[in-house]
Nanobody, 126 residues
């Protein structure tokens, strides 16, 4: 089983930027789609973004419509990692951010991701 560990969550001011990292324990992660979900306080977990494996043509990406333009997802196979660059953060971005992985192409469905990290807290203050 591949383990996923998230890094980078902290408190920031509204308008600021933050970069989250998710590192996998095995090189085999290169064959998997990796993504981010988040769970705001008192709300359901929701899709943020996902990126397909490098071996998939075009390394497809999906983003939540509401986050396009502010969040950018990338991956580095040498580091077995994905990175979520978050800009112009808003208090509504406050959430626990989870990394996840699955076989196949990027999906917005959290039920389709069998591998999950423990999450990292992002708090955006106004």
């Amino acid at each position: 089983q591949i383990q996923l560990v998230e890094y980078g969550g902290r408190s920031v001011q509204a308008g600021g930027s933050l970069k989250l990292s998710c590192v996998a324990s095995q090189d085999a992660i290169k064959w998997y789609t990796m993504g981010w979900f988040r769970q705001p306080p008192g709300r359901e977990r929701e899709f943020v973004a996902a990126i397909g494996p490098i071996v998939m043509t075009g390394t497809p990406r999906k983003y939540a419509d509401s986050l396009k333009g502010r969040f950018t997802l990338s991956r580095d196979e040498r580091q077995r990692a994905i990175y979520l660059q978050m800009n112009n953060l808003e208090p509504e971005d406050t959430a626990v951010y989870f990394c996840a992985a699955r076989s196949g192409s990027p999906s917005t469905s959290q039920e389709s991701y069998p591998m999950w990290g423990q999450g990292t807290q992002v708090t955006v203050s106004s």
